[in-house]
């Protein structure tokens, strides 16, 4: 794991989002199709902004798939993240090959959602992943102890209060009772098939999962330490996320 530390959030955004063009321009010209991963949350307003810009990218070979999505509410709503996605990066780039967003609204049950989308996924090689950490150390919805011994691509997953919470906080839901207790989230084994993880954790609230991730054993406990596992992983912080680091 690389652990880049940028100025402030643009900058995050800025070096996180030049980076992935710069791999996704490659991938595009060596390969016929290119599969990316995309998450949401405000610690991807910045990433996400800059990537959208990415001019130079072959879009028309690029199949988008989403990380996660609650259980419980539609996709009308301020908070779902297929509308977050369509808002913020899907409308800005419309030439993209396919969109995978997860709406369990259109199936009979959340697993049968998690089985139509692991089924499409399982079938391809993930390029890129764009992921961030959760303040409880959560990678996608997987709050801990995560589960690091699934295969299945998506799984349905219980909220734990902290990751409701920071969904308050972060101004997507008015009360802690708004916030869903189930979501379904792509499993940490999943992102971890990615052939290059791009992690981007701003802010100062993000500083102790930081912390956690860097210098904790790897612990379904602390999920994002799994991201230490990776041959191919980068972790952009801000001065802020980074300020509880011992070096």
């Not at 301020?78 to 969109?99: D, G, H, I, M, N």
């Not at 959560?138 to 589960?147: S, T």
């Not at 912390?211 to 802020?240: M, Q």
Request: charged share 25%; net charge negative; aromatic share 6%.
């Amino acid at each position: 794991m690389e652990t880049i530390i940028c100025n402030d959030p643009q900058d995050l955004g800025k070096q996180s989002g030049d980076y992935a063009i710069k791999q996704l321009q490659g991938l595009t010209t060596e390969q016929d199709e290119v599969n990316i991963i995309l998450a949401t949350g405000a610690s991807q307003f910045e990433t996400l902004k800059v990537l959208a810009t990415g001019n130079d990218i072959d879009w028309s070979k690029v199949n988008m798939f989403h990380l996660d999505e609650y259980i419980g509410i539609d996709n009308t709503h301020p908070a779902s993240f297929c509308k977050y996605l369509q808002e913020r990066f899907v409308s800005l780039v419309p030439t993209l090959k396919a969109v995978h967003l997860i709406d369990p609204n259109d199936f009979d049950s959340p697993q049968a959602c998690c089985d139509h989308f692991g089924a499409i996924i399982s079938q391809v090689d993930i390029d890129i992943a764009l992921v961030g950490i959760g303040e409880n150390g959560h990678m996608a919805f997987n709050d801990p102890p995560a589960d690091f011994e699934t295969k299945d691509a998506y799984i349905v997953v219980d909220l734990d209060e902290p990751c409701r919470k920071q969904q308050m906080g972060e101004g997507w839901f008015a009360t802690l009772d708004d916030v869903p207790k189930q979501a379904i989230s792509m499993s940490i084994n999943e992102v971890m098939r990615a052939k290059e993880i791009v992690c981007s954790v701003p802010d100062a609230r993000k500083a102790q999962a930081v912390k956690d991730t860097v210098e904790n054993d790897i612990n379904p406990n602390y999920p994002s330490t799994i991201i230490k596992n990776h041959s191919a992983c980068k972790l952009y912080l801000d001065k802020e996320s980074a300020s509880l680091l011992s070096q």
